[in-house]
């Protein structure tokens, strides 16, 4: 009789489908034409030997920014993704070296180890490092007596902070940027933990065309929602990806789940995490100075991202083998309560990245008064912290519940008696889960609107099944197996996941960039650009 009752115990409710909003604002920018804006830029004689490109440049950046803008929500994944790779490979353009109009020999025409034309370097001055090579990324190479002890520490860098070795003909794409550790150039510790020693030389570079163009965009990391104004090309790119990837999450938030969009919705995340892990990789070659950077390029929130995506694909993979359990003999209870544990490890693991998103701010000076200012709350890593934290102890919760509902259903006075006591240890961890859900509907109040009555009814009904089985499972023990009750639940099993990020491939530059064209530019007549916040008096939302 026993047996009959313990196998037949109620599932857990699918884990929720609300996934976390991916920004309290879209990711939006103002209108651009490359035109006006490189004008000064231009040698005379060449704006109409330029103006197609330029042209082309505005255009693709116009359709762009329209495919990315989460409003349009018939927009399909595709086409995103080819809008904003077109413009990207015209972007990528800049990163390449102005050369002298009509020059023979000497580099002109020549093409440098990242398939980049570039012109003879001016020579250096005798106390100061030669660079051997410009690199695509804005890193050189430099010959000194300590370049083998350098290229050694380099090998313990975080991934990204790299520059781009001789070799090749090819345009290294940027997921070799994280892979070439031996090359790097040393890490700066400066605020945002950007890479920026090597590549800011580069980036300085005279004949450099990616500081030429002012750029504006939402900043995602400021608590207010204003934007962000800065110069460099590269950032542009890393924008992109982000809106990129924003929309992509957004796009995975709206859809409505059944077993069959589940698949496009897991496909649409992890195809985000590549994104946005392309988009740290542009962050950390560009090598922009934190104080040029808005805070949604640095200080954790893009490593975030990539943190934020890959958990939520997970969210998937735990709700279909709920789905299947019954129909399917390999899906165990003891595999979801895998799985489950792994996911509430990657939101621990998330725990350190967002902190440093925190901490933006800590350690600047007043340069009025010369006294360092108190850190600054910061509300947007306060919203991601706690949705972090009920995320962990909800899947904390759902690993010991599967556990627990595994162990009753075998049926006898050890199974039962574990049982309890994982199902016990479950109803505390929702316990805990709920309190810290209402701190991310309180922390994510003033920023976005939160289904908050999904998420506690989602929480209220795992605890009251967690219930019923136990209360089931309490009864046959007290009339059947009569076993004490363990003081310690079960160790969690061996985490368990197999999902990856899908990579962004890379995009080439476009064959429209010839030598022609970059004979046409003169940086050193582009006017200084004013990099900092932009208050939001009006809306910023891609005006045209």
């Known amino acids: 009789m026993a047996a009959l009752d313990l196998k037949k115990t109620p599932e857990l409710p699918l884990v929720a489908s609300i996934f976390l909003p991916t920004a309290p604002h879209p990711k939006t920018t103002d209108d651009l034409d490359f035109n006006s804006e490189l004008v000064s830029c231009i040698h005379a004689g060449k704006h109409d030997t330029v103006k197609?490109?330029?042209?082309?440049?505005?255009?693709?950046?116009?359709?762009?920014?329209?495919?990315?803008?989460?409003?349009?929500?018939?927009?399909?994944?595709?086409?995103?993704?080819?809008?904003?790779?077109?413009?990207?490979?015209?972007?990528?353009?800049?990163?390449?070296?102005?050369?002298?109009?009509?020059s023979t020999g000497g580099g002109a025409g020549e093409m440098d180890a990242n398939g980049l034309p570039v012109a003879s370097a001016p020579p250096a001055p005798a106390d100061s490092l030669t660079p051997a090579v410009v690199a695509e990324g804005g890193a050189a190479e430099e010959k000194s007596e300590g370049a083998g002890a350098a290229a050694a520490a380099a090998a313990d860098e975080p991934e990204g902070n790299l520059r781009i070795p001789k070799g090749g003909g090819a345009v290294p794409s940027l997921k070799a940027l994280s892979k070439n550790k031996a090359a790097g150039a040393a890490e700066d510790d400066g605020p945002g933990g950007v890479s920026n020693a090597a590549a800011i030389e580069a980036r300085e570079d005279s004949r450099s065309l990616r500081r030429m163009v002012p750029f504006t965009w939402r900043d995602l990391g400021d608590t207010q929602g204003d934007s962000f104004r800065f110069g460099d090309t590269m950032l542009e790119e890393a924008s992109v990806l982000l809106a990129l990837t924003q929309v992509l999450l957004q796009k995975a938030t709206a859809e409505p789940l059944n077993d069959q969009s589940m698949l496009n919705v897991f496909g649409w995340l992890r195809k985000a995490a590549g994104v946005s892990e392309a988009c740290l990789d542009c962050v950390r070659a560009a090598g922009a100075p934190a104080d040029e950077m808005p805070d949604d390029l640095k200080n954790g929130l893009v490593d975030t991202l990539v943190g934020v995506t890959m958990v939520q694909a997970q969210h998937l993979s735990v709700r279909r083998a709920q789905m299947h359990i019954k129909s399917n003999a390999a899906i165990t209870h003891t595999l979801i309560a895998r799985i489950c544990h792994d996911t509430a490890e990657r939101y621990r693991a998330m725990d350190k990245k967002v902190m440093k998103l925190a901490k933006a701010g800590a350690g600047t000076v007043d340069p009025k008064t010369g006294k360092r200012k108190p850190?600054?709350?910061?509300?947007?890593?306060?919203?991601?912290?706690?949705?972090?934290?009920?995320?962990?102890?909800?899947?904390?919760?759902?690993?010991?519940?599967?556990l627990g509902i595994g162990r009753v259903q075998q049926d006898d006075d050890e199974g039962v008696a574990y049982g309890i006591r994982n199902l016990m240890t479950a109803t505390d961890m929702f316990d805990k889960a709920g309190i810290a859900a209402k701190a991310f509907v309180d922390a994510a109040r003033t920023f976005v609107f939160i289904d908050n009555v999904t998420i506690m009814t989602a929480l209220d009904d795992c605890k009251s099944v967690t219930k019923q089985i136990m209360e089931k499972a309490n009864k046959v023990n007290q009339t059947v197996f009569f076993k004490p009750i363990p003081e310690q639940p079960d160790a969690l099993p061996d985490?368990?996941?197999?999902?990856?990020?899908?990579?962004?491939?890379?995009?080439?530059?476009?064959?429209m960039w010839t030598n022609e064209m970059y004979a046409c530019f003169n940086p050193q007549n582009g006017r200084k650009i004013q990099c900092g916040k932009v208050a939001e008096d009006m809306e910023c939302c891609n005006q045209q």
């Open 495 to 511: 985490r368990m996941s197999n999902i990856k990020a899908e990579p962004f491939p890379d995009y080439p530059i476009d064959p």
């Open 375 to 402: 850190v600054a709350e910061n509300g947007v890593a306060k919203y991601f912290l706690a949705h972090i934290r009920y995320k962990q102890l909800y899947f904390m919760g759902m690993a010991y519940a599967m």
């Open 52 to 102: 197609p490109l330029l042209d082309e440049l505005s255009q693709a950046r116009r359709t762009a920014i329209t495919s990315l803008d989460p409003s349009r929500t018939l927009v399909s994944v595709d086409a995103m993704d080819s809008d904003a790779r077109k413009y990207l490979s015209l972007l990528r353009g800049f990163r390449g070296l102005a050369i002298a109009p009509g």
